[in-house]
Nanobody, 124 residues
Framework: QVQLVESGGGLVQAGGSLRLSCAAS???????????MGWYRQAPGKERELVAA???????NYADSVKGRFTISRDNAKNTGYLQMNSLKPEDTAVYYC???????????????WGQGTQVTVSS
């Protein structure tokens, strides 16, 4: 079984930076490919929303609210994804979840996995 383990959340003042990591662990030897990876967030009383996503080849897309401030990246050799968050604002406060689309067999079905979530709190 594969799990996604997140780290890097915490409390930061407005204008500060944090870097989130999402590493695949467990039976990673069974993975054929990790395709798209993404970061989502959910603030209290709000729906979960996509923050940023990256394809296996490195193509990225961002929510308008984070463009120019957040950068998504990945290290395929380490089965790890990252979200660099700069110029943080109080409205970025949320639980951040990583998501990965994993395939175990070439041209086989894909499965979606979620991390456990990590709290990011930005104080004003």
């Amino acid at each position: 079984q594969v799990q996604l383990v997140e780290s890097g959340g915490g409390l930061v003042q407005a204008g500060g930076s944090l870097r989130l990591s999402c590493a695949a662990s467990g039976s990673i030897f069974s993975i054929n490919a990790i395709n798209a990876m993404g970061w989502y967030r959910q603030a209290p009383g709000k729906e979960r929303e996509l923050v940023a996503a990256i394809s296996r080849g490195g193509s990225t897309n961002y929510a308008d609210s984070v463009k120019g401030r957040f950068t998504i990246s990945r290290d395929n050799a380490k089965n790890t994804g990252y979200l660099q968050m700069n110029s943080l604002k109080p409205e970025d406060t949320a639980v951040y979840y990583c998501n990965a689309i994993i395939r175990y067999v070439s041209y086989g079905p894909e499965y979606a996995y979620w991390g456990q979530g990590t709290q990011v709190t930005v104080s004003s």
